[in-house]
């Protein structure tokens, strides 16, 4: 009966000490494989900083018909879309700030096929969980001998989306992905589920960019247009 009250005791006193704003425990963290897969951070070796000079671009082939494939897809992106997008990658890439939105996504994809070619086969990712939470879906595919990621930012402050690191440490890491690679986002809902709708009055009016006065608001449109830019770079990678 001692030991129960002891152990009650000392349950009592990690709640305590633990923090609201200290990330929720993850114990899928106790595999050795999950954990792995969780490491990535942002890396500015060469490998990762190294982009197709402007006169090489103009003068490449390539490059032209990619520009012209991204130049149409972009057409169809609504316009705020687009100036949050090029906002983004020119603050996760700073090398890229005077390119215009097509050039630096034509750039990244090429960077991509480089990547891709000097990697050992092996060493490409099969999956990347963005916004993993607990990992489950990560765990799952690591039981079936897949190779990839699992990123969050309760794992590590590279991962959060919302800071130029974390934007760029995604992008990069999508860059690694073997083609035909599954790429999964677990969005945040709360900014867009019906029970909220009264306080995040997304609505066609708005263009369902929502009551931006409120911080759930504007983080969950954040999420929404870095997960669409993501998600617009892989369809191009192959």
């Known amino acids: 009966m001692m030991k129960t ?12 000490k633990r923090k609201s704003t200290d990330p929720p425990p993850c114990p899928n963290m106790q ?16 490998r990762f900083t190294t982009f197709m000079p402007d006169d090489e671009l103009q003068q490449s082939e390539e490059a ?6 991204i130049g149409k897809f972009l057409g169809n992106v609504p316009r705020r879309h687009r100036r949050h997008w090029q906002k983004f990658l020119h603050r996760a890439y700073p090398e890229l700030k005077a390119n215009s939105l097509q050039d630096a996504m034509v750039k990244l994809v090429i960077r991509c096929w480089h990547l891709r070619s000097s990697a050992r086969p092996f060493a490409l990712h099969d999956f990347i969980e963005f916004c993993a939470g607990q990992g489950n879906l990560s765990v799952q595919c690591l ?6 990621l699992a990123l969050d930012k309760i794992y590590h402050s590279d991962h959060d989306m919302m800071t130029r690191v974390g934007l760029r440490c995604w992008i990069d890491a999508a860059g690694e992905t073997r083609p035909g690679a599954m790429v999964w986002f677990g969005t945040r809902c709360s900014s867009f589920v019906g029970m909220c709708r009264y306080h995040h009055n997304r ?12 911080k759930f608001v504007r983080d969950g449109n954040m999420q929404m247009v870095t997960y669409s830019a993501i998600l617009s770079l892989p369809a191009r990678l192959s």
């Open 5 to 16: 009250d002891v152990d009650a005791g000392a349950r009592r006193k990690t709640k305590r």
């Open 143 to 148: 039981k079936s001998f897949l190779h990839g």
């Open 64 to 69: 032209a018909q990619l520009g012209e494939q």
């Open 203 to 214: 609505v066609e009016a708005n263009g369902y960019w929502g009551n931006e006065e409120h």
């Open 31 to 46: 595999l050795p494989c999950f954990k792995a897969a969780t490491s990535v951070r942002l890396r500015l070796t060469r």
